[in-house]
């Protein structure tokens, strides 16, 4: 025993240290990443709160729909005959044996981009947009793009984890989905049991929620998917589809968080519903207008003001 410590009776409790003494004891890297963390939380949060009050307030009072697509680095809308990039920002890439790596994309705002490999990119949907864009940081490939109305060629990433990692796609270019494509129709079960048909909703706004008990960006959605559900469902019908999840975690979390929309239960990302819509990461929001189109496909948290936003263009 050290000269001098204080010695606890047996019998004695043991108190519990105040919270500043708990983080007083965690080492300094630890406690920076939480705090890093609950901020970034919190950013997204508040993010998402601010759209819902945007929303409330000019919900209907557009008239023109594009069709989008957000994947989180790269945002693109359709403009006339092509896709144009409204949003880029560098990439944090997951290295094989290493820390992630922050990389540069060499895409502009403004950029319109015309094809791929030799392939056109016009005619694709929204969800063949996003397959593309989702595969684009691991492939040694370029695109022909318009770039104040000059042409250029492009190579999205020219780095070495390109070129070290280049793999064919995941994607075939000819069987991508076309733009005006009805969606890919399907049938889940909801966690009562009753079997689903994305058809039973033709002639309504549509949101597809592709998320996970298990993800945390999932998380920071539920609360304005809540109120997109109660306070816009005139607007639009929120539908969830669980992916990667234990149907008895799945029902128990629903039950808690008394969720007020449609829960699905989707199997994994593998099963044919994710695979049709192109779901490769959670969260996916995927806005079908009332014609049964895809107008809107978004990975990521913050892709859902993009989402909410293509449904107001389009309910007026």
Known sequence: M?????????????????????????????????RQERAHNFRVQRFLLVMLAFVSTLW????????????????VVRDNESWRVTHVERLLSPVKGSTAVIRK???????????????????????????????????D????????????????FADRIAQENAQPPKFSLGQLP???????????????????????????????????????????ELPALSHLAIHHRDELVVVSIAVNDDLAT??????????????????TMDHPTARAYAVQRAPTNIVIDPYGTVRFAGIGPQSLKAAVETVMEGSH
């Open 60 to 75: 209907g009072h557009a008239v023109q729909v594009a069709d989008r697509v957000d994947v989180g680095w790269l945002a």
């Open 178 to 220: 076309h733009r005006d494509a009805p969606a890919p129709g399907f049938t889940l079960r909801a966690l009562d049991g009753e079997q689903f048909t994305l058809g039973s909703l033709r002639g309504r706004w549509i949101l597809l929620n592709f998320w996970g008990t298990w993800c945390g960006g999932c998380m920071q």
């Open 250 to 267: 799945l029902r128990k979390f629903v039950e808690d968080q008394k969720l007020p929309y449609l829960v699905l239960f989707g199997g």
């Open 105 to 139: 994309c060499n895409l502009q705002p403004g950029d319109q981009l015309l094809s791929v490999e030799g392939h056109s990119l016009a005619a694709l949907s929204p969800l063949g947009m996003a397959a593309i864009l989702e595969d684009l940081p691991f492939l």
């Open 141 to 156: 490939v370029r695109i022909n793009v318009s770039r104040n109305s000059a042409p250029y060629l492009v190579k999205p």
């Open 2 to 34: 050290l000269l001098g410590a204080a010695v606890r009776p047996r019998n004695a409790a043991r108190r519990t240290p105040p919270a500043a003494e708990r983080r007083a004891s965690l080492p300094p890297q630890i406690t920076a990443c939480n």
